[in-house]
């Protein structure tokens, strides 16, 4: 069997990082990006090549198409079309809306969402000439429900939502699967903003009585991008019962 191909944004580090992993050690080849530490990404293709599979790391700003093609053109060449895609790619902000600049609302949908437009765009047309490929969508529990002080972030993954149901069902004729994660609180460095006592509290609010952890959502991720050909247009809260 030919080796596939999955392609991770924003895996220099957490979530993203832990899913590139996953797919390594599973044999995968293994395409990687960050819009800004090349250090720490190239850590992350060290590691992956450690499992003997071969991995393409590229630094550029997903939110940009002309950055997304460039990747995309390099992928194929090197790696091949792409099997399994995770938009990944996030950043947060915290702070009132009407404190909020244009440029920093328009910084997040750009890099939350317009990021899983233009990768998915690019991989799509491949996925239907073989009439197979999946389409795995990093989002929030806070898409579900939304967060006071980060309203732009609830936004833009409420948005990831509704983009991974639509899409799922213009693309379920040609067998290519789209499915969504809404994580909970996830023990990555997104949260290292919080105290001691914050976090406590913020533990003691979910059932499970932890954080989540990357390595879990990168288990689903990858059973996502596995298996389950019937399985498509779910956004999956994983959130240990907190919302």
């Known amino acids: 069997m030919a080796r596939k191909t ?3 944004t924003g895996a220099s580090r957490g979530i993203g990082k832990a899913i590139a992993l996953k797919f390594a050690k599973k044999g995968y080849s293994v395409a990687v990006s960050c819009i800004h530490n090349e250090e720490r990404l190239l850590q992350t293709k060290k590691m992956i090549e450690s499992y003997q599979v071969p991995c393409f790391a590229f ?3 997903m939110g940009k198409m002309e950055d997304c093609r460039r990747f995309l053109e390099q992928v194929k060449k090197q790696l ?3 099997d399994v895609l995770v938009n990944n790619a996030g950043i947060s902000y915290i702070g009132l809306l009407q404190d909020m600049r244009e440029e920093d609302w328009d910084r997040v949908l750009r890099t939350n969402l317009t990021s899983v437009f233009n990768c998915s765009k690019l991989v799509i047309p491949d996925m239907v000439t ?3 490929g999946k389409i795995i969508n990093i989002s929030s529990v806070w898409g579900l429900c939304g967060a006071s002080m980060e309203v732009a972030y609830s936004a833009s993954k409420g ?3 509704a983009f991974t ?9 040609s067998n290519i699967q789209v499915n969504a994660i809404a994580c909970g609180a996830i023990d990555t460095e997104m949260n290292q903003f919080l105290d001691e006592e914050e976090l406590l509290a913020l533990v003691d609010e979910i059932p499970a009585g932890r954080l989540g952890k990357a390595e879990e959502v990168a288990d689903l991720v990858y059973h996502l991008g596995y298996k ?3 399985l498509t247009g779910q956004v999956i809260a994983l959130d240990g019962a907190w919302i």
């Open 6 to 8: 999955v392609l991770v």
């Open 59 to 61: 630094v550029g700003d």
């Open 80 to 82: 091949g079309p792409v």
């Open 130 to 132: 073989r009439q197979s």
């Open 159 to 161: 948005g990831i939502n």
């Open 165 to 173: 149901k639509a899409l799922a069902k213009e693309l379920a004729p």
């Open 228 to 230: 389950g050909n019937y």
